[in-house]
Every structure is written in C-alpha cells, then in structure tokens.
C-alpha cells in the first residue's frame, strides 16, 4: 500500500529505527505476538514513548488492539494512546472473515476486509469516527493516530492510507 501511496517505508525492528521516522504503520496480525516480540526486543517502551509524544500512527486491526485504551476481553492492555475500547477477535473466528463495504466519512464506501477484527466498544470525547460497519465504528482516529478495525491493504484501495498518509480524501 506504501508503494501505491508514493510513500518510502522501512521496517521497524529495534529502537533505533525509530529515529526519524516520519509516522509507524501497526499491521494486522495477533497483537500479543507483535508485543511480546517489541518487549523482547526492547522496542515497546521507546515506541510507546513516541506515540505519546506525537509520532502519527496508522493501527489496521491488530494495530488498533495495540493502539487502544482498553480491551474488554483481554488482561492487558498495549500501547493505550487511542481513547476506545476494543473487544478483540469481535467478529469472529479466522473462517468467520468476511469482506464488504464500510461507509468512511470524507472517502465514501470503502472495501474492507474483516479478519478476526476488533471492534470498538466505546469512544472516547477526543475521537473521531470515521468509518462504521452498520452502527458499528470501525475507523477511529485520535488526532495523528488514525486505526481501521480491517485490512484496507487486502483490498487494493487506497483512499484510507491516503488519509493517513495525509494526502487527503481522493
């Protein structure tokens, strides 16, 4: 999705590569996973630092898990710079996945892939939502934090990691 955005990435690996960084994408995957690998290797703490101070972040389904306030099925919580509750794995199990069309504010209807998504259980006064499935919010974002429940780079669209990426609604 970066490549069709015109935008250059890197991984992320280990502290200092996150020096310079202009904004973090956090991908889909199993959250827990993805923390305790950035904890092993020393990478949660100077990350969540940087989130707090601002770093802009785009969260897709696993990352919104790290990205959240709370999460109403789980013990711990991760990064919590996002206002929300999620509930994680909300809309089922892997063969429960599922894509459709969410309605996004400002993009219109957006194709969306639903794996094992999250789904926001609450909003706090200082978010944003975005895009709904339904009633159901499934884009918040919290100033330079923007976090999509689904996959928009399964779907071949770009409009949402344009509006992350800052290149407006089109």
Do not use: K, Y
């Not at 013990?75 to 309605?103: L, Y």
């Not at 895009?131 to 330079?144: K, T, Y």
């Amino acid at each position: 999705m970066l490549d069709r955005l015109g935008a250059t990435g890197r991984p992320v690996l280990r502290p200092e590569h996150l020096h310079g960084l202009a904004g973090i994408v956090l991908p889909g995957g199993e959250p827990t996973a993805m923390w305790r690998i950035m904890a092993r290797d020393g990478l949660a703490e100077p990350l969540g630092q940087a989130l707090r101070e601002g770093l802009p972040a785009f969260g897709t389904c696993a990352g919104m898990v790290l990205l959240a306030r709370e999460i109403t099925n789980w013990p711990e919580r991760f990064f919590g710079v996002i206002d929300i509750a999620v509930e994680r794995n909300a809309t089922g199990r892997q063969v429960d996945s599922f894509a459709t069309v969410v309605s996004a504010d400002g993009l219109g209807d957006v194709p969306a892939v639903f794996i094992r998504a999250p789904l926001v259980r609450r909003v706090g006064s200082g978010v944003e939502v975005l895009a709904r499935l339904g009633d159901q919010p499934v884009m918040v974002r919290q100033g330079s934090l923007l976090a999509p429940s689904f996959r928009p780079e399964l779907t071949g669209d770009v409009p949402v990691g344009r509006r992350n990426c800052g290149q407006g609604s089109h």
